[in-house]
């Protein structure tokens, strides 16, 4: 079988792992320097590295270097685009949920 990811299978890969997820929560708050982004972890730099190429692969975050400092900026509408789908999800599961107690709210009472 072909491996053939879609945009949306990257990103939810990239979200699956706490430590990206986390570093994705700290960028929300705004740009950071990945070594300000890698302080709390205890993992070695180019462990930490490995998440941040994931996080850039999926298009989560983008980084640019300034002299010897690389700093990390989240795209927002790549994270949207995941968004949305939940949001859809969420939609449709909540149809279900209410046509489910509509049912059980509309038959009769049973023999207890």
Do not use: Y
């Not at 990811?5 to 320097?33: E, N, S």
């Not at 599961?93 to 038959?107: H, I, K, N």
Request: aromatic fraction near 4%.
């Amino acid at each position: 079988m072909v491996n053939q990811q879609t945009p949306l299978d990257t990103v939810f890969h990239a979200l699956a792992d706490p430590t990206r997820r986390a570093v994705i929560g700290r960028l929300l708050h705004g740009a950071a320097p990945v070594k300000a982004l890698a302080g709390p972890f205890t993992m070695g730099l180019p462990a930490f590295l490995k998440h941040l190429a994931v996080l850039e692969g999926a298009g989560l975050i983008r980084s640019e270097k300034r002299g010897r400092v690389r700093t990390c900026h989240i795209d927002a509408d790549r994270l949207a685009g995941a968004e949305s789908w939940l949001a859809d999800q969420r939609a449709i599961w909540q149809g279900r949920a209410d046509r489910l107690a509509d049912l059980v709210e509309s038959q009769p009472p049973g023999k207890e």
